[in-house]
């Protein structure tokens, strides 16, 4: 899958600005603040309709504008153009001349893999950070988990508000509770299936290419879940269990909204024990293990995205990255420095050089 031209309207700091990529790898350098970030989370605000940065939607929207619009040429099997619109807190999303109702139905049509420094606090951020990472990778994989998901969190509300009903009243129906807790499990399971799978798929290929970047061996992936290898019946029952306490609480204490995972290296949990360097190595892993499995699983190429790569990792970890990638997935690469660049790297990428928002092509003698 390739991105073959991004035209942007009032995306941050940028008013209009439209360009055609490389098939390949294409390099944005830039100093610090000059809008090489922006360029590629607008191609993943194509791909997911929302940004990596920051909690409210509309800060993509040029200051002092209250329109923004991302428009795309994708090529995977065919061409097709995609829009993304963002007017006020108004979102339109739009795969050729049809406007697609559903989020969800949107999402999987382009596939992303991003590396950004804002992964480095996946390891030892909450557990809520990590399952967003899961969540964005799964959506992008099927449309369904992300509709199972909302189902999820939305019968997840009902049973919270139901457990206060009980609270406040003794004489409530505790078997409209074993309703809604039924389904939840229903939804949780149909999200657990997806999740088990997804991780043990990456980590079938984690731990060979974090040996390919590190040479060393035993990066291991686990899944945490409530639900872990238990029945139906089992889980059903845990819920029972802890009913009288959920009422107390007025919140459901078990569940797939509490799943986390954890990295370990020869045993060791990387969360509490791991070097800097070595959560570093292990995040940029997974991603290139999400790249692997979305080629062998779906039969797709995601678009893998690099941001600030260099600044976080050093020049021999790089390089065995870079071989890592093939010459078939198209790859954004950010980074404040050219010198850092091989000049085998520059001379067969496009060169986008940005200063002040204005974004010129770079050219190198081949
Ligand atoms: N909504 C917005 N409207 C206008 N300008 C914005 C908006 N959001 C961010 N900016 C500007 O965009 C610039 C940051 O761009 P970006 O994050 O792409 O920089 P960068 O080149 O990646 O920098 P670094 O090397 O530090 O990562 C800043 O100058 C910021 O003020
Ligand atoms: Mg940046």
């Not at 079938?204 to 029945?231: E, G, H, R, V």
Request: with cysteine.
């Amino acid at each position: 899958m390739k991105i073959q031209k991004i035209k942007l309207l009032n995306f941050r700091n940028y008013d209009n600005l439209e360009l055609e990529f490389n098939p390949c790898k294409n390099i944005i350098i830039g100093r610090n603040g000059s809008g090489k970030t922006n360029i590629v989370e607008a191609i993943y605000v194509l791909a997911l309709t929302k940004s990596f940065r920051g909690t409210r939607e509309d800060v993509i929207i040029k200051h002092d504008k209250d329109i923004t619009r991302i428009e795309g040429e994708i090529k995977d099997k065919r061409k097709e153009s995609f829009k993304v619109i963002l007017d006020n807190n108004k979102k339109t999303v739009k795969k050729g001349k049809n406007v697609i109702k559903r989020i969800s139905d949107y999402i999987s049509n382009i596939n992303v893999v991003l590396f950004t420094s804002e992964d480095l606090k996946l390891i030892k951020d909450t557990p809520n950070t990590r399952r967003k990472l899961i969540n964005v990778e799964l959506s992008q994989f099927s449309n369904e988990y992300l509709k199972y998901l909302t189902l999820y969190n939305k019968v997840m509300k009902q049973r919270n508000m139901y457990l206060k009903t009980l609270y406040l009243n003794g004489n409530a129906s505790k078997e409209y509770l074993d309703i809604i807790t039924n389904q939840l499990v229903d939804y949780g399971l149909k999200i657990y299936e997806y999740r088990k799978e997804f991780i043990d798929d990456i980590s079938i290929y984690i731990t060979d290419i974090y040996k390919s970047i590190t040479n060393l061996d035993n990066l291991k992936l686990a899944y945490k879940s409530d639900y872990l290898n238990k029945t139906k019946e089992e889980i059903l029952k845990a819920y029972k269990r802890s009913n009288n306490s959920d009422i107390r609480n007025g919140q459901t204490s078990l569940g797939i909204h509490r799943d986390d995972f954890d990295f370990t290296l020869d045993g060791i949990n990387l969360k509490d024990f791991g070097s800097e360097g070595e959560q570093k190595n292990a995040i940029i892993a997974l991603k290139l293990a999400e790249l692997e499995l979305f080629k062998n699983k779906k039969g797709i190429i995601p678009i893998l995205i690099l941001d600030d790569l260099y600044s976080e990792l050093d020049k021999v970890k790089i390089n065995n990255i870079l071989n890592f990638i093939n010459e078939d997935t198209q790859t954004f690469i950010t980074t404040t420095e050219i010198t850092k660049l091989s000049p085998k790297l520059k001379r067969g990428s496009k060169v986008f050089k940005v200063k002040n928002g204005i974004v010129e092509e770079v050219k190198y003698e081949k």
